[in-house]
């Protein structure tokens, strides 16, 4: 760092992933690169969450909103639902990671960005979507291979954190608790989440779970999931994405010329962490292919419309989201795992 300059701390929360290597190897790159980029005059600290398992909790995601709008924090990724763009997370919403990568890219994600700030009341900006943990498939001991076989099983529904919750009741399936943060399940370590849904699984009073197939991996780091056999079927049919939100007033106190390459250094990171997602969903798959008493269950597209229409009557319960969700739908796609995806 040059004489002269004066070095301004960004206190990164974080909320998501906070064991998951590949993650936090990636933040620590964006960290060393904003500080070269500003010649010393911006420089990272992340400070990790300490509240409950770190996957997909509600307590946690509370606590990081709480504390970037409060000015404790300057910066946090934080999932889309908690931020008030819950349409992201609505089923069937994204065909497909280069679909999704269009939406963020393009004039959609702009004005989903912008409700963002508008739902904080302007105390937050959000930067860009960063990094979903792959699309959810439904994991238990009953195979899926088509919406049928949905009807009557016990599922975990997590009320506030995902719609998806909406869709499994539309195929008929049966609530196993009636809010998941009223359960051991979730404000735990990770190895006693697993646990927990282990013996729910093998005392028969769980069927079938939704979870990201990142989200999967990362909570089996601490405890796999023991019961066997085990199916993970490809449903995918919600995305978790989260977005990279700084504190306004922290963001306006900054000199304008760091401003903005803080903003564009945050949106490289956000295609590089969205990439990194991608790849670590296909490899997490190739894993669990490999474990034994374990099934991936591969779900036909022409077996894919029963879904669609079921995500369809769930989502005429919410009539002030067609229009954005039709602004989504009608967008292209953007190759994510290409060179020419990268932002230079």
Request: charged fraction near 25%.
């Amino acid at each position: 760092m040059g004489a002269g300059v004066n070095t301004r701390t960004i206190k990164w929360y974080v909320v998501h992933a906070r064991d998951y290597r590949e993650y936090n190897e990636q933040l620590v790159l964006f960290g060393a690169r904003l500080f070269e980029k500003t010649g010393g005059a911006l420089k990272v600290e992340f400070v990790y969450s300490n509240i409950g398992s770190g996957w997909r909790d509600a307590a946690a995601e509370r606590d990081g909103y709480q504390r970037v709008t409060s000015g404790e924090y300057d910066v946090s990724q934080l999932g889309v639902d908690t931020l008030g763009a819950k349409v992201v997370s609505y089923p069937y919403v994204f065909r497909n990671y280069d679909h999704a990568e269009a939406v963020w890219r393009g004039p959609i994600g702009k004005k989903l960005l912008e409700s963002i700030a508008t739902n904080s009341g302007n105390q937050l900006e959000a930067m860009a979507f960063s990094y979903s943990g792959g699309f959810r498939a439904l994991v238990g001991s009953r195979p899926v291979r088509c919406a049928e076989d949905v009807k009557g099983a016990k599922v975990l529904v997590e009320q506030g954190l995902s719609p998806d919750g909406e869709l499994l009741m539309v195929l008929g399936a049966i609530p196993a608790v009636d809010n998941l943060e009223s359960t051991p399940v979730v404000n735990h370590r990770l190895g006693e989440t697993t646990r927990r849904l282990s013996e729910l699984l093998s005392a028969g009073l769980l069927e079938l779970f939704s979870v990201e197939i990142n989200g999967l991996a990362y909570a089996e780091q601490a405890s796999p999931i023991n019961h066997t056999p085990l199916y993970i079927s490809l449903t995918d049919h919600t995305m978790y994405a989260t977005s990279i939100v700084a504190n306004r007033n922290f963001l306006e106190s900054l000199e304008p010329e760091l401003r903005q390459v803080l903003i564009e250094e945050t949106r490289k990171f956000a295609v590089a962490e969205r990439q990194l997602s991608a790849r670590l969903a296909a490899r997490n798959l190739d894993m669990f292919e490999k474990v034994h008493g374990r099934t991936i269950v591969a779900v036909p597209e022409s077996a894919r419309e029963a879904f669609r229409d079921a995500a369809r009557v769930a989502l005429r319960r919410h009539p002030g989201l067609t229009d954005v969700i039709k602004e989504i739908h009608a967008a292209g796609e953007i190759p994510l795992l290409s060179a020419a995806a990268a932002i230079a």
